[in-house]
T-cell receptor, first 115, second 114 residues
Framework: EAQVTQNPRYLITVTGKKLTVTCSQNMNHEYMSWYRQDPGLGLRQIYYSMNVEVTDKGDVPEGYKVSRKEKRNFPLILESPSPNQTSLYFC???FGVGGTKNIQYFGAGTRLSVL | AQSVTQLDSQVPVFEEAPVELRCNYSSSVSVYLFWYVQYPNQGLQLLLKYLSGSTLVKGINGFEAEFNKSQTSFHLRKPSVHISDTAEYFCAVTTTGGGNKLTFGTGTQLKVEL
């Protein structure tokens, strides 16, 4: 089954404790992206990757890191989480850019609470 | 840069009534437009898309949307809603000329009541 898998689904942590949220897709997609969803703000892009070893900042990259060492994986790293990073996070992927390649498929989300 | 406005944060409607969720966008270049639906505690699911061609697009679960370039709108409609349509709906836009950044609206919570 074609899917985007995020882990964990729920995470509670404390300020300053490094964490990683994993994202994996089995559709051989080139493009992957991370979003955060906050009430009243919709989804905002954190980082994206056009292909292996190619990443770039989205609208709200501060406090986050990503890496793309393999095509299928795109982990989101919070080196020193703070309470303002409490949010619902989504990973998404697509074949690429242009036409139907633009259609992004989303994971089920990771709800993060930073105390 | 593109932007999306969903003016209605909440839309209550009775079951079997019609509904329209409004979406307006802003962009200086050609766009692709999407509607995604988010059921409680789930991820986003693509409802429908406009890439090119016919301005009336049909999606899953009986939803449709019409792309209106002159009014820069992409409103979502359903002639008769069901309780199971209760969810949050997001309009999103990306430009056609390269890149794949999706810009989302702030969402509309559709609540279907008996």
């Amino acid at each position: 089954e074609a899917q985007v898998t995020q882990n964990p689904r729920y995470l509670i942590t404390v300020t300053g404790k490094k964490l990683t949220v994993t994202c994996s897709q089995n559709m051989n997609h080139e493009y992957m992206s991370w979003y955060r969803q906050d009430p009243g703000l919709g989804l905002r892009q954190i980082y994206y990757s056009m292909n292996v070893e190619v990443t770039d900042k989205g609208d709200v990259p501060e406090g986050y890191k990503v890496s793309r060492k393999e095509k299928r994986n795109f982990p989101l790293i919070l080196e020193s989480p703070s309470p303002n990073q409490t949010s619902l996070y989504f990973c998404a992927s697509s074949f690429g850019v242009g036409g139907t390649k633009n259609i992004q498929y989303f994971g089920a989300g990771t709800r993060l609470s930073v105390l | 840069a593109q932007s999306v406005t969903q003016l209605d944060s909440q839309v209550p409607v009775f079951e079997e009534a019609p509904v329209e969720l409004r979406c307006n966008y802003s962009s200086s270049v050609s766009v692709y437009l999407f509607w995604y639906v988010q059921y409680p505690n789930q991820g986003l699911q693509l409802l429908l898309k406009y890439l090119s061609g016919s301005t009336l697009v049909k999606g899953i679960n009986g939803f449709e949307a019409e792309f209106n370039k002159s009014q820069t709108s992409f409103h979502l409609r359903k002639p008769s809603v069901h309780i199971s349509d209760t969810a949050e709906y997001f309009c999103a836009v990306t430009t056609t000329g390269g890149g794949n950044k999706l810009t989302f609206g702030t969402g509309t919570q559709l609540k279907v009541e008996l």
